[in-house]
DNA sequence: GCGCCCGGTTGATTTAAATCAACAATTCCG
DNA sequence: CGGAATTGTTGATTTAAATCAACCGGGCGC
């Protein structure tokens, strides 16, 4: 189906309980910076590898919440209702980042996540750690990071929603995949989106016919080769050029 | 200069030492829920009266993080600086919220922060906290609170400028400021506004003679009177009505 | 007290992207 | 395997909001 790489393939395949010390993903994910003994025990409360298909949901809006995930494998989009019945999608979320941040305060998601294709997820009992001594300050230490990083990364969509155009939108996506699977050992060039033209339509608010001819054109100017999902970047410092700083999305 | 009425204004007068447990915004800050013992520990840390006429700068964007900042009284505006020089305003900052905390991630200041008039604000030197025992545990679990708001005001902001009209955008803020303004005891349909026209514009992605007019619009429909910066809502059911729930920004 | 400047308003015109419409290519599914 | 449904593409037209332009009025400095 999608030809996404899977950077846990090896991991998965050799058994279901993968240490976060031994994880692939460590690098990118929650326990980075922490040490062996905050790993342990950390080890201790997080749920490994639930299986997600393409379409299957691991939450929706109005669903308690339970978890944090870490998505493992694959990648999931979120996204929120909104009055006429559509759906305004949120994110998209690979290997090693987290999901459901926003449902801390409430304690009930105002998101629903979907898989995009078949993926894995790490469950993480938030409100469990509190059991745990020592572990507990490292690792809110390191949710503060991440959300920090997560508010910084919305500001910049929201000055590309309010001063860039269709075009450097795209562009910033494109780059911001680009970026996103190279830190994960994957081509930077070359990748599949998960998502559909509607999706990123939806998350740029967009129309989906723009996205369409978006890609056309920048194919027409040698920017990009794209057939259906698979898209190679022939011209990344031309699409790096397009974005400012203030509105990457990496 | 500013009419905005000053929810500190007595505590202030009184003194410059106020601690949390005796601050008039104990329910809408930080400090909310935690106990005695916390608190006092807390106040040890947090420097409190850091005073900012109008235009004065908070934070600039490169600064190194230090602070998060609560704002005490006034109101405070954060923006990023994009290519052509121009800046994008990215919040408007009311007493009780936090700021800042897109920096603690990279420990340096994405955002700048100006006061919009006579303002002042707490210092809370995350760093420090982890100096204090126990205090510690509570006030992270809060700031992860505080976090995941943001984030979903982020979202809702997201909604806003992807799905939503410029009409809509409007009715929103001016339906956020009565909110807030009315959580801290003022009245919930007659304010001053203390950013401009154009601030405005740059929040939402408009023009600022797209909100000019959308406030003449207001005014001719009988949802609001408005004077330069004063503003009375007239009907705040309608109001209501057009913005949906996801958009709510609070 | 007068005029200047800045923030705000209002009007005319342009434009980027939406919408409407038709169709092509894939994938889904019996 | 074949037809339906979904997803994506391309073209014509419309539209919300930007831009360009002129002007107003209050507050401030001189």
Not at 134 to 148: A, E, H, P, Y
Not at 156 to 170: F, G, N, P, T
């Amino acid at each position: 189906m999608s030809q996404l790489p899977h950077a846990t393939n090896v991991s998965e395949l050799s058994g279901l309980k993968v240490a976060c010390k031994d994880c692939s993903l460590f690098q990118l994910c929650l326990p980075v910076g922490l040490g062996g003994p905050d790993l342990a025990l950390l080890d201790r409360v997080i749920k490994r590898r639930h299986v997600l298909k393409r379409g299957e949901y691991l939450f929706r809006p109005g669903d308690p919440f339970v978890f944090v995930y870490a998505v493992r494998s694959g990648s999931i989009k979120t996204y929120t209702p909104i009055r006429d019945g559509a759906d305004q999608v949120t994110g998209f979320h690979l290997p090693g980042e987290l999901l459901g941040l926003d449902a801390i305060n409430t304690e009930t998601h105002q998101c629903g996540a979907v898989a995009l294709e078949t993926s894995s997820v790490c469950e993480l009992p938030l409100n469990r750690l509190e059991e745990l001594g020592s572990v507990i300050t490292n690792v809110q230490r390191q949710m503060l990071r991440i959300m920090s990083k997560q508010i910084l990364h919305d500001q910049a969509l929201q000055v590309l929603l309010c001063k860039r155009s269709a075009e450097e939108r795209l562009a910033a996506l494109l780059l911001s995949l680009s970026n996103r699977y190279k830190r994960r050992g994957f081509s930077a060039t070359e990748f599949d989106l998960s998502m559909s033209r509607q999706d990123i339509a939806s998350y740029f608010g967009l129309a989906e016919e723009t996205v369409s001819r978006l890609f056309s054109r920048f194919q027409e100017q040698g920017l990009i080769e794209v057939t259906r999902k698979h898209v190679r970047l022939r011209d990344l410092p031309r699409l790096a050029s397009m974005v400012g700083a203030p509105e990457r999305l990496d």
